[in-house]
T-cell receptor
Framework: KQEVTQIPAALSVPEGENLVLNCSFT??????LQWFRQDPGKGLTSLLL?????REQTSGRLNASLDKSSGRSTLYIAASQPGDSATYLC??????????FGTGTRLLVSP | EAGVAQSPRYKIIEKRQSVAFWCNPI?????LYWYQQILGQGPKLLIQ????????DSQLPKDRFSAERLKGVDSTLKIQPAKLEDSAVYLC??????????????FGPGTRLTVL
């Protein structure tokens, strides 16, 4: 059974810092890995999707890497801003491409 | 392009009552998902449809939960009777079907259910 773990559970940083969020999964048989952002009371916004054959994806200040063999992914956020404050969820697509989610990292960026 | 639509956004009911949620996916998306997100946890898949057929409902509590997607477009999720532990956000998502690749899922705003 696939399990997804995210570390740390919560993170508080001052504005401008570069930061790394970690995601690990137990079964390397995945279709893809997605990083999402969730604001309080809102749905999920897709940030980056990495196919199983890819190593990384970049979008603006965000960079996500995937190491399938070790069951790990990282989300790197450069020059953090208060608007980046949210919960970040990692999910892997398995089986019929259903997503198995981690419990998320709650990020607070203070001005 | 319009996103995934869900209604209602909020619902408060007493235990043992019934409730229904509605989802309209992105136009052209054949696959539709319902997830349950309990406070402090990641979303958990309840049921996955491809067109109007069920692909995966292994985690759907079938004694009280039901879902349908009769015309392969919009979908309803029903709970009857509701229990206190059903308090959660119910998220609907949709995706295209592209053979050989992992498909990006797009999520609606969710319905927050409180069972008293």
């Amino acid at each position: 059974k696939q399990e997804v773990t995210q570390i740390p559970a919560a993170l508080s940083v001052p504005e401008g810092e570069n930061l790394v969020l970690n995601c690990s999964f137990t079964d390397s048989a995945i279709y893809n890995l997605q990083w999402f952002r969730q604001d309080p009371g809102k749905g999920l916004t897709s940030l980056l999707l990495i196919q199983s054959s890819q190593r990384e994806q970049t979008s603006g200040r965000l960079n996500a890497s995937l190491d399938k063999s070790s069951g790990r992914s990282t989300l790197y956020i450069a020059a953090s801003q208060p608007g980046d404050s949210a919960t970040y969820l990692c999910a892997v697509a398995v089986g019929f491409q259903k997503l198995v989610f981690g419990t998320g990292t709650r990020l607070l960026v203070s001005p | 392009e319009a996103g995934v639509a869900q209604s209602p956004r909020y619902k408060i009911i007493e235990k043992r009552q019934s409730v229904a949620f509605w989802c309209n996916p992105i136009s052209g998306h054949a696959t539709l998902y319902w997830y349950q997100q309990i406070l402090g946890q990641g979303p958990k898949l309840l049921i996955q449809f491809q067109n109007n057929g069920v692909v995966d409902d292994s985690q759907l509590p079938k004694d009280r939960f039901s879902a349908e997607r009769l015309k392969g477009v919009d979908s309803t999720l029903k709970i009857q009777p509701a229990k206190l532990e059903d308090s959660a956000v119910y998220l609907c998502a949709s995706s295209l079907v592209i053979a050989g690749t992992g498909n990006e899922q797009f999520f609606g705003p969710g319905t927050r259910l409180t069972v008293l």
